[in-house]
Nanobody
């Protein structure tokens, strides 16, 4: 089974950019869709973006997010990324990556469709 480890979180100022990484080991990362989710303080975990196994299709929580957050992957490095730009206070959250073993063309967005999760990386955006 794939094991996932997130990194790249930290404290940034509003307007800054940050790139999160999700490193996979074991299992079949190349045959898995990857999703990014986040959980803000006092709120439920929510979907951010996902990418299919080959990297040819992506899915974002909202059109407004598509221009600010970019999900990508490098199967040769067994790593997925979430590039975040123009971060705002409301982007403060713990960010999780998750994997779903599927060769579907379209990546899932429901967290119940992901069976492997990382431990999360905290992103804090200050004013």
């Amino acid at each position: 089974q794939v094991k996932l480890v997130e990194s790249g979180g930290g404290l940034v100022e509003a307007g800054d950019s940050l790139r999160l990484s999700c490193a996979a080991s074991g299992g079949d990362f190349g045959g898995s869709a990857v999703g990014w989710f986040r959980q803000a303080p006092g709120k439920e975990r929510e979907f951010v973006a996902s990418i299919n196994w080959s990297g040819t299709n992506t899915n974002y929580a909202a059109d407004s997010m598509k221009g600010l957050f970019i999900i990508s992957r490098d199967n040769a490095k067994n790593t997925a990324y979430l590039q975040m730009t123009s971060l705002q206070l409301e982007d403060t959250a713990v960010y999780y990556c998750a994997a779903s073993q599927t060769y579907s063309r379209y990546p899932p967005s429901n967290e119940n469709q992901f069976n492997v999760w990382g431990q999360g990386t905290r992103v804090t955006v200050s004013a």
